[in-house]
Structures are given as C-alpha cells and as structure tokens.
C-alpha cells in the first residue's frame, strides 16, 4: 500500500507506465461443462467470501461485428473459476442463479456493460449483490476509474493489459491470458477491501 506521502487521486499514462507490473500469483480454474459449473458454483458459495468479478468478450476487429460474452471470472481469495461459456454452450442455471443473488456480496467494475452483455444469453437475467466500483471509488475522491490506475493508486502496481485483445474463444486459453483473466477479477476484491480497511485515511491524508 502507498504512503501518504505518495498517493494521489489520479495517475497519468507514463506514471502508470513506470509503475512494476503486478505478478500474479492466483490460482485459475477452467469451466467447461455443466457439471463443472455446479462444483464451481457451490464451491463459491460455501467459501463465504466476498466475490471478485469480471467478464471477457472476443475483439472485434470489423465494422458491425460483435461476439457475446465468452468467459465470466468469478473469484474467491486466490482462487478464480473461469465459466468458458463458449465451451459450456449455454448460461448455466447455477451461474445465473448467484449472479442474482443478493445474499452473495459481488463486486466488480463497469458492471452495467457486463450484464447488458452478458443478457445477449439470457435477456432476463437481474444481477443483484453487486458492489460497483466505479461509483465506490468516488466516494474516496479518486478521479480515474478504470480498473488499472485504481489499482495503480491504491498499490502502486500496474495490471498488464497485453492480453486484453487476444482471442477469448481460442480452443485453449493460454497462461497469459488465465492470469490477466483471473487477476482482473481478484483486483476487483483487493481495491474493495483496501478500501474498507484503509482507504479513508490513505485518501484523507494523501490528498
């Protein structure tokens, strides 16, 4: 965590760039099926732990084509289960049912773009339990929302992003692309729990 003396309520390009890159150092588990859902499903919930979250969708990279979302990371502590819905075929009744789970504390960024996606499979789909942070982050006064420079002003760390346009529905998913997957996900958790514990006396004293 950054000192007083080094926090700040915005990062730049080239002070995000100079940043060292944060390693992950989490634990990816890959769903394929039903079946594997259910386990990840239960195993989520019967960990007690607030939920990290995140989804990913294939890059377009021509006009007027678009692709549904393709893998929805849901993680607790190190652990990140990875739902490759391209594989899985289908919106799994477990996973819709703990998305709309109120009692099910959620929490990730832009989460309104993910579940406008996310109806592309299933338009009646009504997430609940989410914590936005988008919207919790001004509270604290800082000005940059994206996931990166939150993270960035909160640890000092950078998320790399090279991953980010590389192809979601691959037959395999490589390791670059479980750990920017799964680390986009357990960040969410971290900020949120950075700044419960210490976030208003970090803002209150660095700005």
């Known amino acids: 965590m950054p000192t007083s ?22 634990y990816p588990v890959t ?11 239960r195993q989520i919930r019967e960990s007690g732990m607030i939920v990290g979250f995140d989804t990913e969708t294939r890059p377009s990279f021509q006009k007027g084509v678009t692709y549904r979302v393709c893998l929805v990371q849901l993680s607790v502590g190190k652990v990140c289960y ?9 919106f799994p009744d477990c996973l819709k049912a703990l998305l709309e789970d109120a009692n099910v504390v959620k929490v990730g960024l832009s989460t309104q773009d993910d579940f406008k ?3 592309k499979w299933d338009e009646e789909l009504e997430p609940k339990g989410f ?4 919207q919790l982050v001004k509270t604290y006064g800082i000005i940059d929302l994206s996931l990166a420079k939150i993270y ?22 490589n390791p670059r692309q479980l750990a920017y997957a799964s680390l986009d996900a357990i960040a969410c ?7 419960m514990t210490r976030g208003h006396d970090i803002i209150k004293q660095g700005m």
């Open 131 to 134: 914590i936005e942070l988008q």
């Open 117 to 119: 996606n996310l109806r």
């Open 82 to 90: 990875l739902f490759r819905l391209n594989k899985i075929k289908e």
């Open 152 to 173: 960035a002003l909160l640890f000092g760390l950078k998320l790399s992003k090279r991953q980010r346009l590389t192809n979601w529905e691959a037959d395999q998913l």
């Open 189 to 195: 958790v971290e900020i949120y729990e950075a700044l």
């Open 31 to 41: 769903v394929i099926n039903v079946e594997q859902a259910e386990i990840a499903v």
């Open 5 to 26: 003396q080094t926090f700040h309520n915005t990062i730049s390009k080239e002070e995000l760039a100079d940043l060292p890159t944060k390693e992950f150092a989490g």
